[in-house]
């Protein structure tokens, strides 16, 4: 099993636990707790921001000293209605309590006091398509470099319908030059529909170095430290994932693999 895919611990409480220690890179951190109702979860954000999304079910929140009440709405991620969420600074701490079974997504990176506690979501964010044919898929953004919210961290969603491509055209951000290119790390949360299928996704480099292709299962994490990402769903099977991108600063700029961006430029002429 290749080091870039991540399984679950288990199928209850911490399930994942990423840190820029054990992927060996410098920014992003990824937590997953599946919670029954009643039980809870509590940390400290130390130098890093987080992102709590609520992927499933419903929790009381605290958070930063204020008591944000219940959040939550969806049951199945794949009613693929906007996520509830909670913004909280670094130097902080939060606690959940689940009202029902859920699943709660920590996503870290580091913070530098710059933005206040807040609720992300569900007002704001719509389910909006992207690409053509089989590259359809949809995307909930949570916070991305439209939304002033965080100091670093780039937080979305992606529902891919069965039988199409996402992250494609590839594309690569591995490289701090901005506006041409940025350093971005990226991990990757998948879910599948049913749960009992698979899908793929390639991490490569354009000079061979690094190349590798994984058959990923519902509930896994794909991490990519650099290089291009692209996803596909098999037929019968829907994809989502969550995806947390941070680096040394907050914009999200990429090149696209030479060998597809005939792709790009092509659907840019016909939406021309």
């Not at 689940?98 to 710059?114: F, Q």
């Amino acid at each position: 099993m290749t080091n870039l895919l991540r399984k679950p611990f288990g199928s209850h409480g911490k399930v994942h636990e990423i840190t820029p220690v054990s992927a060996g890179w410098r920014y992003v951190g990824f937590s997953l707790y599946r919670l029954r109702a009643g039980e809870t979860a509590a940390e400290a954000t130390g130098s890093n921001e987080v992102i709590l999304v609520m992927v499933e079910g419903k929790a009381q929140i605290t958070a930063a000293g204020q008591d944000w009440g219940a959040l939550g709405e969806r049951m199945d991620v794949f009613e693929k209605t906007p996520p509830h969420c909670l913004y909280v600074p670094n130097d902080q701490d939060w606690a959940a309590v689940a009202e029902t079974d859920c699943t709660i997504a920590v996503c870290a990176a580091p913070g530098h006091g710059g933005h206040p506690a807040r609720r992300i979501g569900p007002d704001g964010i719509t389910l909006t398509q992207r690409g053509k044919g089989t590259n359809t898929r949809h995307i909930n953004n949570i916070a991305m470099e439209g939304e002033d919210y965080c100091d670093s961290l780039l937080v979305t969603e992606v529902f891919t319908p069965a039988g199409h491509w996402s992250s494609y055209p590839s594309h690569r951000h591995d490289e701090d030059d901005f506006p041409r290119i940025t350093y971005l790390e990226e991990t990757y949360y998948h879910r599948l529909n049913p749960r009992d299928g698979f899908g793929i996704q390639r991490v490569y480099t354009e000079d061979g170095s690094l190349d590798e292709t994984m058959a990923v299962h519902d509930g896994e994490v794909v991490l990519v430290p650099r290089g291009h990402h692209p996803c596909g769903a098999p037929y019968g099977f829907e994809m989502y994932y969550l995806n947390v991108m941070a680096g040394p600063r907050r914009n999200w700029r990429f090149i696209p693999d030479p060998a597809v961006e005939w792709i790009m430029e092509r659907d840019a002429k016909s939406d021309a």
